[in-house]
């Protein structure tokens, strides 16, 4: 199927999605877009339905089946099994993901989302991947967006944009509830309920409990002494969701969610912590058809609490987010979207202080479709931050609460041309800016280790971190495959690099102690490029391949974070799959290449780990008793006992046996 000819049972229902149209948006679902386009289909970049071709960002769809089939527990291991992206596993529990380089622990150049809402962690500006309010049998597609995407997905989407869409209560129907034991005394079980409740409620539910044994070789003497690194990851989670359709035009929701997970973290500075993370989120939201376009808002709230170590302080965060939008057509061939969010994001950094902001941003953006095989998307976001902060004036420390009265503003914007030569050819080129804004902890965090000889404190002064992208992109549908290819060319210019607070910057008798501080570490490039082909072949057999190519030079002042060699220049993946009768079997093969980092071993060293290039392998294998009944072994790192793959805990080889049902 083509741009030029839709059918006009697709075109009609393209129409009733788009903004301005006499049919609300929630009346139709993704599942009756996709059988009629023949490819998955999303809303998230422009508010209107656009096929993944389509969209002006280098954007990549996983899909419930192929979440399903990965064999995988958890969405980083998804992502490591289907894209070129780095993704670092440092134990059992505990991943980061990058975009196009540095890919440190804790990394803040990513924004994800779960139905549109940020789960990306304010205080210390990283995600929790492990506290995400979502079982993986409920999402019904991951949408992976690389490349500064602020202007049109939200705050701090520097580096790139994980979208997880969950099934929607009010179209979807599905329950199922997942068994799953395996080596490393892993445990696991989940149910997820979604559908609707007569013509016009409908209501997704979800719960999950989790318990393993910690990746056993790779923690240092201190870090098992002093700071229960090696604890066992044990996690709980549950989450509700409650849609109505009050009319044909307007539909509201309410969402809530709780995570408790308690593990050995790793931090980006090289170490790991015990730490024990509770979250809980509520959220409402209202989008109604008002005749001239669409309106959406939302307003949410989430709560965090965490514990570092047995005994010590908490640390609360609470961030309100209320927005709102309007989308809607001119004609038939502009599509417009104007926005207003405000943010308000407060942090204890230590007992008696408080550090915080109020944030406001306002954006736009204009989809144009100048022909039936070109169309234009330009984006523009402001950011006006003030930052706010009290209990800092300690004479022992560089900063008081004056220098917390500040205020930052920056824009963020995305270019996207997309044309479609001929049926089967597309070519995308992009070109945005966006900004990393520093995170509570790096603006205000504060602690002292006496005993070790050391402080931390945050950095009021710190500027945002700017990073602008240019990329180029060909895509080509072949029936001999039947399959498509992909080809991505990109350059990134980073200016302003954040250190984290890994920098020493004082030292006794200036102050009591050797005193760690965020800087702006200067300017970095990256340039690469990605590859990714999938097809089918022969009766039930699926492929895919990606690789990516990502170059950095940099020349940054020392820091306790390797920034420039902690991804991997090489990245590739590969997966074979096969299905017949009751049968599934499912391979992947992911090769990472050098890398390195710092690694803290004790209260006053610190080390570099090499990371040699590795092939890693994980499997699946099921079979459908009956037909809402599946029985499947999977593996992880089943090549070798025990592999390092990155400079934390050493990847151990596991086995799991999983039980699936439909109800």
């Given at each position: 199927m083509t741009n030029r000819a839709l059918p006009i049972r697709a075109f009609l229902i393209a129409l009733a999605l788009a903004p301005g149209s006499a049919r609300a948006t929630s009346d139709i679902g993704h599942a009756e877009l996709e059988a009629l386009f023949g490819e998955p289909v999303t809303t998230s970049a422009t508010g209107g339905p656009q096929r993944a071709s389509q969209v002006p960002a280098?954007?990549?769809?996983?899909?419930?089946?192929?979440?399903?089939?990965?064999?995988?527990?958890?969405?980083?291991?998804?992502?490591?099994?289907?894209?070129?992206?780095?993704?670092?596993?440092?134990?059992?529990?505990?991943?980061?993901?990058?975009?196009?380089?540095?890919?440190?622990?804790?990394?803040?150049?990513?924004?994800?989302?779960?139905?549109?809402?940020?789960?990306?962690?304010?205080?210390?500006?990283?995600?929790?991947?492990?506290?995400?309010?979502?079982?993986?049998?409920?999402?019904?597609?991951?949408?992976?967006?690389?490349?500064?995407?602020?202007?049109?997905?939200?705050?701090?989407?520097?580096?790139?944009?994980?979208?997880?869409?969950?099934?929607?209560?009010?179209?979807?129907?599905?329950?199922?509830?997942?068994?799953?034991?395996?080596?490393?005394?892993?445990?696991?079980?989940?149910?997820?309920?979604?559908?609707?409740?007569?013509?016009?409620?409908?209501?997704?539910?979800?719960?999950?409990?989790?318990?393993?044994?910690?990746?056993?070789?790779?923690?240092?003497?201190?870090?098992?002494?002093?700071?229960?690194?090696?604890?066992?990851?044990?996690?709980?989670?549950?989450?509700?969701?409650?849609?109505?359709?009050?009319?044909?035009?307007?539909?509201?929701?309410?969402?809530?969610?709780?995570?408790?997970?308690?593990?050995?973290?790793?931090?980006?500075?090289?170490?790991?912590?015990?730490?024990?993370?509770?979250?809980?989120?509520?959220r409402g939201r209202v989008s109604a058809d008002i005749g001239f376009g669409l309106l959406a808002a939302s307003v949410y709230h989430t709560g965090y609490r965490e514990t570092f170590a047995v005994g010590a302080s908490p640390t609360d965060h609470d961030l309100t987010v209320a927005e709102i939008s309007h989308t809607f057509k001119l004609g038939a061939s502009h599509t417009l979207r104007h926005m207003l969010e405000v943010r308000r994001s407060v942090m204890s950094a230590f007992p008696g202080s408080e550090v915080g902001y109020t944030n406001v941003a306002v954006g736009a953006m204009w989809n144009w479709a100048i022909s039936d095989t070109v169309e234009s998307t330009v984006a523009l976001r402001g950011d006006y931050l003030r930052l706010n902060g009290r209990g800092f004036d300690d004479p022992n420390f560089p900063d008081g609460d004056s220098a917390y009265r500040r205020r930052f503003h920056d824009a963020s914007w995305n270019l996207g041309l997309v044309w479609h030569p001929t049926p089967v050819e597309t070519w995308r080129i992009g070109a945005s800016r966006g900004v990393s804004l520093p995170s509570l902890y790096d603006?205000?965090?504060?602690?002292?280790?006496?005993?070790?000889?050391?402080?931390?404190?945050?950095?009021?002064?710190?500027?945002?971190?700017?990073?602008?992208?240019?990329?180029i992109e060909y895509r080509r549908n072949i029936e001999a495959i039947a399959g498509r290819i992909a080809v991505t060319g990109f350059y990134q210019i980073n200016r302003g690099f954040s250190s984290g607070l890994s920098v020493p910057v004082l030292e006794p008798p200036q102050v009591p102690y050797t005193t760690f501080m965020p800087l702006n570490l200067?300017?970095?490039?990256?340039?690469?490029?990605?590859?990714?082909?999938?097809?089918?072949?022969?009766t039930g057999f699926t492929w895919g391949f990606a690789y990516?190519?990502?170059?950095?030079?940099?020349?940054?002042?020392?820091?306790?974070?390797?920034?420039?060699?902690?991804?991997?220049?090489?990245?590739?993946?590969?997966?074979?799959?096969?299905?017949?009768?009751?049968?599934?079997?499912?391979?992947?093969?992911?090769?990472?290449?050098?890398?390195?980092?710092?690694?803290?071993?004790?209260?006053?060293?610190?080390?570099?780990?090499?990371?040699?290039?590795?092939?890693?392998?994980?499997?699946?294998?099921?079979?459908?008793?009956?037909?809402?009944?599946?029985?499947?072994?999977?593996?992880?790192?089943?090549?070798?006992?025990?592999?390092?793959?990155?400079?934390?805990?050493?990847?151990?080889?596991?086995?799991?046996?999983?039980?699936?049902?439909?109800?």
């Amino acid at each position: 199927m083509t741009n030029r000819a839709l059918p006009i049972r697709a075109f009609l229902i393209a129409l009733a999605l788009a903004p301005g149209s006499a049919r609300a948006t929630s009346d139709i679902g993704h599942a009756e877009l996709e059988a009629l386009f023949g490819e998955p289909v999303t809303t998230s970049a422009t508010g209107g339905p656009q096929r993944a071709s389509q969209v002006p960002a280098s954007m990549e769809i996983i899909t419930a089946e192929q979440i399903r089939r990965s064999g995988a527990h958890d969405i980083p291991a998804v992502l490591a099994r289907y894209t070129s992206l780095d993704v670092q596993q440092y134990n059992a529990h505990d991943y980061t993901v990058g975009v196009r380089g540095y890919a440190t622990a804790m990394s803040p150049r990513l924004l994800v989302l779960v139905n549109g809402r940020q789960v990306y962690l304010d205080h210390y500006g990283y995600v929790a991947w492990d506290s995400l309010p979502v079982q993986l049998a409920e999402i019904r597609q991951i949408e992976v967006i690389k490349g500064p995407n602020a202007a049109l997905f939200g705050f701090n989407a520097a580096g790139g944009v994980i979208n997880i869409i969950t099934l929607d209560p009010l179209h979807d129907r599905q329950s199922t509830g997942t068994l799953r034991v395996g080596t490393g005394r892993y445990r696991e079980a989940s149910v997820t309920h979604v559908g609707p409740i007569g013509d016009n409620l409908g209501i997704r539910l979800s719960a999950g409990l989790r318990g393993e044994q910690a990746w056993r070789s790779g923690h240092t003497e201190f870090e098992l002494a002093q700071l229960d690194s090696r604890r066992s990851p044990t996690r709980q989670q549950v989450a509700g969701e409650f849609a109505a359709r009050l009319s044909d035009r307007v539909r509201v929701g309410i969402e809530a969610s709780y995570n408790r997970a308690i593990a050995g973290d790793f931090f980006d500075y090289g170490q790991f912590w015990r730490q024990d993370r509770r979250i809980w989120n509520l959220r409402g939201r209202v989008s109604a058809d008002i005749g001239f376009g669409l309106l959406a808002a939302s307003v949410y709230h989430t709560g965090y609490r965490e514990t570092f170590a047995v005994g010590a302080s908490p640390t609360d965060h609470d961030l309100t987010v209320a927005e709102i939008s309007h989308t809607f057509k001119l004609g038939a061939s502009h599509t417009l979207r104007h926005m207003l969010e405000v943010r308000r994001s407060v942090m204890s950094a230590f007992p008696g202080s408080e550090v915080g902001y109020t944030n406001v941003a306002v954006g736009a953006m204009w989809n144009w479709a100048i022909s039936d095989t070109v169309e234009s998307t330009v984006a523009l976001r402001g950011d006006y931050l003030r930052l706010n902060g009290r209990g800092f004036d300690d004479p022992n420390f560089p900063d008081g609460d004056s220098a917390y009265r500040r205020r930052f503003h920056d824009a963020s914007w995305n270019l996207g041309l997309v044309w479609h030569p001929t049926p089967v050819e597309t070519w995308r080129i992009g070109a945005s800016r966006g900004v990393s804004l520093p995170s509570l902890y790096d603006l205000g965090y504060r602690d002292s280790f006496p005993a070790f000889g050391y402080q931390d404190t945050g950095n009021p002064r710190l500027q945002p971190t700017v990073v602008h992208d240019f990329q180029i992109e060909y895509r080509r549908n072949i029936e001999a495959i039947a399959g498509r290819i992909a080809v991505t060319g990109f350059y990134q210019i980073n200016r302003g690099f954040s250190s984290g607070l890994s920098v020493p910057v004082l030292e006794p008798p200036q102050v009591p102690y050797t005193t760690f501080m965020p800087l702006n570490l200067g300017t970095s490039r990256v340039y690469g490029v990605d590859l990714a082909a999938q097809g089918r072949f022969g009766t039930g057999f699926t492929w895919g391949f990606a690789y990516r190519l990502a170059a950095t030079e940099a020349e940054f002042r020392p820091a306790l974070i390797d920034f420039k060699r902690a991804s991997p220049r090489h990245l590739a993946t590969a997966r074979l799959g096969w299905a017949g009768g009751r049968w599934e079997l499912d391979g992947f093969l992911r090769y990472a290449g050098e890398a390195q980092g710092w690694r803290v071993v004790d209260e006053s060293n610190a080390v570099l780990v090499q990371v040699h290039d590795q092939v890693s392998a994980a499997l699946r294998i099921a079979y459908q008793v009956t037909p809402n009944l599946t029985v499947a072994l999977e593996g992880e790192n089943v090549l070798q006992e025990r592999q390092r793959q990155t400079i934390a805990a050493q990847a151990p080889r596991r086995f799991y046996l999983s039980l699936r049902s439909s109800f």
